[in-house]
């Protein structure tokens, strides 16, 4: 019990010292020449490239020890690292390189009666403390987006990508000594201590912002214990709404799009809402794609008519993501239903309408409460580089202070900057 | 004890129900005409001082009752309201309906690649938990700046003010019904159960945000408690450093306005700092004029040379917010000590640097990590009014969604709203 808590103590002051090493690092990030940050991105790049033997070594470390760790296929197949991935890498930081550096730039600024000048500035958060899944990818891509935003990062990966991930952080060490990016920049936590995090969410002194990917339970229990702000990503209920001026063709295509493009991301359609008067014309034909694609289709009674083979919903089947080839589908007397019906049980993340009628479309997007609201358009675009954004860290499901697709931008904070001539206040 | 249990199962189902009403109505209000929200605002204002004379005799009860809760006479006079005071209170309401309204502002907005266009729409937060102390004109104002920025308010206001408070949301509520505002748009709490503050900070699904007003401990109750983001106003220990090429006539003006002009306030300076190189010539200047003031300074060892009558400074006195008439006062040799010691001791609320070189002043306003850094210019005026943003609820010591101060735009967030022709995404 007694060396439980000696090492619980040295753990706390190991998670402190890295916390205040990112803190200090960020001080100087702050205001880092772009060119340098840039050098950093694309030297980077290169020198991942020219270390392709050693990052492959490494991630055999990490590929032998997974049966052990009870990885499945899919997730083996994501911690996989071969030369054309490590390219891919090398690829994300050089887009990274070409984004707009967002620091510094004047988002507001006025003239006061008296002469008085104030500049609204955009600033780093400071320390951004990122955790994430088994992806030895994202350990780049997160260093690079963080850097790029002028954030000191402390990535907390999983245990089954350390070798690979620890590799990529030591070739991006070597470059930021040699381009000026300071050392604590990018740090690794590598124990595998699973409570370091507890210890990381008290530190609020040292750490803005938490950022954690992975499944529901890992996001709620970090949002309970965090003492700083957390910036959450939740799985998406989302919705394609067939309103009854809907153009069908297009709406079956936008469905099977939404739906089937990839089914286990948070951006894919769960639910199907269809306006009464189109039901007889449209229900079939969409039931038809969906089935086609071995869709299980979970229906409301008076949907059930048009869907051979439906499976009677539940009430819970509309709140659920199926992540999945099934799908809810109900039935709606008016746009104001649907809407209802989304803002009820859908997530906020994404939902549709198929229309041709201005006015449905605009009291759709002003009523539904959503990060993106699409009309005529698959459900799937709701993401960072769909959108033009660049790269991002993930897909926020919060409304306050970052919403959507979380790139640069959304990882950054703003001072005031008052410049008088001994003014003073009467 | 199962009389406690019933009456707190009571509550909580009450502030439920009060939060339910609350997003409903914020449903409506998101998308609420800016003309009907003006017309509430404005025609709110002439009916509270119509009711002028039911207001004050509602006071009046405030008043007599404040004794037994043991106001001090700074506290009973800013409870008081009479026929000029509610003027105030109805200005400050048409103040707000001259504001921009910010909501369906379009802050970003692209095409892409395909036709899709893309739309960054602004848009209300949803639900405000407001808490405050008991000035009853701070009830009128935050339920116009969050109904003006489309959120629905959940008012908690000191019980010391409840008579007051209820008789303007009464007016408030007629106004309302008259001219379409939802009635649940603004809410007063009007039991006086303490434990109701810890149900509402449990109800992230309804509340989008919580802003508590007061002291400190109040505030980090509130952050630890609450279950949604939660905007914090906290006290400052606000710096000016007097660089070696300061003015040095403007130093001392600008010194005497920031520490002296109002001293119970966040934005008023507590700690001094001054370069080596400069302080025989002007130190002696300052401490000239704020012992002509009273203060009381604080001073090491370096300062104290020329402070007749300085009290050596401890450790604490660095990080301490007086809100009095007491400063405390260093030396330092450098700029970068200064920015140090502000980054260490300060609470990154509002720091000024006195200077007359281009190259101190950008870095100064680069590496300090404030709400509100100023050049030449007094600390007072950190204030939405006074950077002519309008109304206010508060100043943020934040960094993440709102800093410094906090009026209509930092109560929204935003959404994405995307046009496609049947874009798939492939």
Redesign the interface.
Known sequence: MTTETENQTDLASACLQIARQAKAAS?RL??LDTTIKDRWLSESADALIEATDAIIEANEQDLAAAPAYGLTDASIDRLRLDAARIEGIAKGLREIASLKDPIGEVLDG?T?PGG?R?EKRR?P??VVFFIYESRPNVTADAAGICVKSGNAVILRGGKEAMHSSRAIVSVLHEVAARVGVPEHAVQLVETTDRAAVGHFLKLNDQI??TIPRGGEGLIRRVAAEATM?VIKHYDGNCHVYVDATA?ID?AV??IE?SKC?RMGVCNACESLLIHEWILADALPAIAARLASRGIEMRVDERAAVHVPGGIPATEEDFSTEFLGPTISIAVVDSLDEAVEHI?RYGSGHTDAIMTSEIAA?ERF???V??????????T???DGG???LGAEIGIST????A??PCGLRELT?????????????S
Not at 369 to 378: G, L, P, R, Y
Not at 398 to 401: I, L
Not at 413 to 425: A, D, E, P, T
């Open positions: 001080r702050g205001s006025f006061r008085m104030i600033v958060l400071g803005d912002v702000p153009n297009m295509d936008v799009n493009h803002n479309a997007t002003d009523l409460d959503s990060a993106a609201v699409m009309v005529n358009a698959s799937r675009f709701n769909m959108f033009g919060d409304k306050f202070h919403r959507g904070s703003y001072k005031y900057i008052v410049r008088g001539n001994g003014h003073l206040r």
